[in-house]
């Protein structure tokens, strides 16, 4: 017998004996640590010649699983064994409080999100998603953005590389060059996610959520953009009349481009939503411009349609009267327990409030 298999037999027996998990740990170290059995065994191997390391090699590994195996069976059966005297020695005080149970709720914007992909799933549109840590190329190139955009400036944006060509995304619009280079018109879909920009007050903060809409065919006009945020707006507040109105704006990648602002007024101290002569911006919207289907392998002679950007942390600060952004990235489980949702309420194609 080989003094490896010598001392294999020896720390056998001596695991068979071992009484407790301790005991068990030092022969595990003995066999299997950085010094143990195995380890110096295997270090053995550098000065055989190639035949006879094959042969030692496939032997230390036959006593490797041997070994293993011993250690799990004698493992379990401790386990088992400490557990039923633990629970013998122990006494129930059936006098003591039972422990607070306290379920989970689910966040405003994670709410906001369910609530807005419900309603223009309904209309037709699915679900895409884009990476935070973007290229450059995606974040503005791509979607038409000139050189000296002020949008690139390093105030306002993050980047993540010093030559300025990783960056976290500063809107969600990436997300429609990106889906329109993995498939074929027409595209019909909306983007929601994280999004950052250097920026921090009451009304921002440097990260926030947007939901990126597109809307691609052969015959998509300006109406049908605006037919299809009237339709939003009101599923969303769940109102039957709504202000809104388009005021001309300016984006790289749309032509023309708008912002929406809805109509609301303030009542008893609370903000109502489609009346009044008081405006909101709540979201930025355009004829994609042809650069960018162009950029993203669509014919703009055949090819035209809409995009959209909403702001969902504003729309949620709206709908559910929360009135200072930054406390909804705190983490403060009281602000939670009072502005979040019960998950259990909520059904999967749930709309509107809940509380
Ligand atoms: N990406 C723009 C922003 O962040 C919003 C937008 C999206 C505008 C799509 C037009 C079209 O402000």
Known sequence: MSD??????????????????????????????????????????????????????SEINRAKQELTKL????????????????????????????????????????????????????????????????????????????????AKDMHDTFYIDKNMKTLLRTHTSPVQVRTMLNGKPPFKIIAPGRTYRSDSDQTHTPMFHQLEGLHIDENINMGHLKGCLNYFIKEFFEIDKIKMRFRPS???????????????????????????????????????????????????????GYAFGIGIDRLAMLKYGINDLRSFFECDYRWLNYYGFDPLDVPTNYRGLSK
């Open 4 to 57: 490896f298999e010598k001392l294999k037999e020896e720390l056998k027996d001596k695991l068979f004996k071992a009484q407790n998990s301790q005991e068990v740990d030092i022969i595990r170290t003995e066999i299997f640590g950085k010094n143990g059995l195995i380890n110096l065994e295997f270090k053995k191997l550098g000065s055989l010649s190639p035949e006879d390391k094959k042969k030692l090699a």
């Open 71 to 150: 250690f799990n069976d004698k493992a379990e059966k401790l386990v088992d064994v400490e557990i039923d005297e633990k629970v013998k020695k122990e006494k129930d005080d059936v006098t003591l409080p039972e422990k607070e149970f306290r379920l989970g709720k689910i966040h405003p914007v994670s709410q906001v999100i369910d609530e807005i992909s419900s309603i223009f799933s309904e209309i037709g549109f699915s679900v895409e998603e884009g990476p935070d840590v973007e290229s450059e190329y995606y974040n503005f190139t791509a979607l038409n953005t000139p050189e000296n955009h002020p």
């Open 250 to 304: 300016h984006f790289p990648f749309t032509e023309p481009s708008a912002e929406v602002d809805i109509g609301y007024k303030i009542q008893n101290n609370k903000i109502v939503i489609g009346e009044g002569d008081k405006w909101l911006e709540i979201l930025g919207c355009g004829m994609v411009h042809p650069n960018v289907l162009k950029n993203s392998k669509v014919d703009p002679n055949k090819y035209q």
